[in-house]
């Protein structure tokens, strides 16, 4: 089979990973992938957004499976374009992909169908929102609406930070659109899970848990970031756990979509904090998440190609989904100055025989050099979590590149929990 993959982050390398390790593959392509991705794939200049390039190619190649892994040509519509040609594909349709595409719907579907989550209040109007926020509960979330990079969440210690975090949205537009909508929401403690899921609309399998490590510093300190790391499984998560998720949030949520008729098909990936009222989902993603996906899919011992392609002829209930009962780390090396300002175009060195899934890089002149913020996740697994964490560390010692910066402590919370 010739498969496309639509993307060209460390999660879509560690896609390609996984598909290429399947027998059914002749030939994979991605768009536009990155200099990592090319040692395992094709990469054919196309970005992820440009649908009607994306389309015009895959008829062009007579793919026979495109995967669409980012969020932006999920909520674009990309599955829905392929599919008019008839092309089979993994991922939601335009319908589906707003779970993610609008923080005000995700919201009002968990209201009107009782799935547990934070309180929450949406807003058009800016002056209405400053006003609600002089009596608002600090600190408090703000949320943009819509796609912002992951950058669009702010948790506000002070009513000063809240209101500016809402003029920002609102007023100057820093993320354009999406901040049209503001969500602003009650704010949770806990232990935070991530967890990923296979589902055909019919039938829902969650894979491995996972914890993220979204600061850019040690000891959870410094700005967001996309995510310096991860491990799984997440320790908090435990069979408990997942029964009442089971019970009370995945399966409804999948049924909740039924009922919109917004049926969705491909990863849905549950955002959850883990509360003394219980378990509560603090977001939606209609897609793999990254850098989760770098620790969850080395675990899976089943062909991915396969249950993929269960999930689109909607019999995942058929398929073999199995994953290891080990453990995974995965730390992430970036540009250092990264989410601010950094340098790139620095040549890295990577050994060869080992899990690295890149991100942001690009190749010149045969030669890798470091092309983004985020550069590569190092991915290791090990029968426990210990194991995998010091396995980790000692290859990211093999990899080199000027201006490396990562974190220290990945999966330092994990082992403290299980100790």
């Known amino acids: 089979m010739k498969v496309m993959v639509v993307g060209g982050g460390g999660r879509e390398h560690a896609i390609i990973k996984k598909i290429k390790e399947s027998n059914k593959v002749s030939e ?33 190649t007579q793919i026979d499976f495109a995967v669409v892994a980012p969020d932006d040509p999920l909520v674009l519509g990309c599955v829905d374009a392929l599919n008019e040609k008839g092309i089979k594909t993994f991922g939601p349709n335009k319908a589906a992909a707003i779970i993610e595409g609008s923080k005000v719907f995700s919201k009002n579907l968990m209201k009107k169908y009782n799935i547990p989550t934070a309180q929450y209040e949406v807003f058009t109007d800016m002056n209405a929102a400053l006003k609600y926020l002089d009596t608002a509960p600090i600190p408090t979330v703000v949320k943009a609406d819509g796609l912002a990079l992951g950058k669009g969440v702010i948790i506000a210690q002070t009513r000063e930070e809240a209101k500016n975090a809402v003029k920002s949205m609102m007023e100057d537009k820093v993320f354009g659109e999406s ?46 970031t996309g995510g310096m790391g991860t491990v799984a499984p997440n320790p908090y998560y435990t069979e408990e756990v997942a029964k009442e998720c089971m019970e009370k949030i995945f399966i409804p949520t999948m049924e909740a979509m ?134 980790a560390y000692a290859t990211v010692k093999e990899v080199s590149f000027a201006n490396a910066y990562y974190r220290s402590d990945i999966g330092a919370k994990a082992l403290k929990a299980l100790n």
């Open 28 to 60: 994979i392509f991605a768009l536009p992938g990155n200099g990592g991705i090319a040692q395992d794939a094709t990469c054919v200049d196309i970005g992820a957004k440009d649908i009607d390039a994306i389309v015009e190619f895959a008829v062009k």
């Open 179 to 224: 901040g049209s909508s503001v969500v602003i929401e009650e704010f949770l403690t806990g232990p935070e899970v991530s967890v990923l899921s296979f589902t055909d609309g019919e039938t829902l399998i969650p894979m491995v848990s996972s914890m993220d490590h979204k600061r850019a510093l040690d000891n959870d300190m410094g700005l967001n």
């Open 258 to 391: 039924n009922k919109e008729g917004r049926s969705f098909s491909g990863c849905l990936y549950f955002g959850l904090m883990l509360t003394s009222d219980g378990p509560k989902v603090i977001e939606y993603n209609c897609r793999f998440g990254d850098p989760e996906t770098q620790v969850v899919l080395p675990l899976l011992e089943s062909d991915l190609l396969e249950i993929m392609l269960h999930i689109s002829d909607k019999t995942l209930k058929d398929a073999d989904v199995r994953f290891s009962n080990g453990s995974a780390c995965c730390v992430v090396m970036a540009s250092n100055g990264y989410p601010g300002k950094y340098e790139t175009g620095y040549e890295i060195t990577i050994p060869t025989d080992k899990n690295i899934y890149v991100a942001g890089a690009k190749l010149a002149d045969g030669k890798l050099l470091t092309g983004g913020g985020r550069v590569l996740g190092v991915t290791e697994t090990a029968p426990n979590l210990k194991e995998a964490i010091d396995k």
